[in-house]
């Protein structure tokens, strides 16, 4: 997605605002960005709505469902609070499309899954988290996998419903809890 690499200051002063204090955090953990929403701005689950609302930034006000639900999941805190006790991402950073569609990681060659995957488990070691929530099916798998095969050493919590799927108006509330519940449980933040 050629707009990702495009904002890498972007995601480097959102990094540097809600990130640069060690804490330990609860991971949320995707696929990939998809192309209408942090595959534009950089940052898993952000769009440039919540990049507005959370850096009072001046970027068109382009919303994508996944995002717009995780900014209803962060709205209920101060901002800052939950980027202390919560931090988000994906398997792979870097999300692709086909024939103008969102793509997977895993529907790479091999080779470029394991590459993403090291870069995961990189990551991983530098955040330190308290748990990894699994926001898929396919997540959650992948997750126990490198567990069990004792590349990743962090609890694999409960997964949690894709904030895709939870956008829907008959789902918001009852994810909502869903998550909250689980912040509440793993990092003692309440609403």
Known sequence: MPQFAERVELARAYYDKFYS????????????????????????????????????????DVQERSAQFMLSIINKYEIGEFQNAVYMTNLSWYGFRRDGKNMNYYNLPRAIRDLFIESFIEEMKIVQPTAIVPLSGEVERKLKKLAADDQLDFPIAERLPHPFNCSFPTNVEKARERYHKCIEQHTGLQI
């Not at 960005?33 to 001046?58: A, E, H, V, W, Y």
Request: glycine share 16%.
């Open 21 to 60: 204090k060690t804490s330990n955090r609860l991971v949320f953990c995707g696929i990939n960005p998809r192309q209408s929403g942090s595959g534009k701005t950089g940052l898993p689950f952000i769009d440039f709505n919540g990049i507005n609302q959370l850096m009072s930034g001046k970027y068109k």
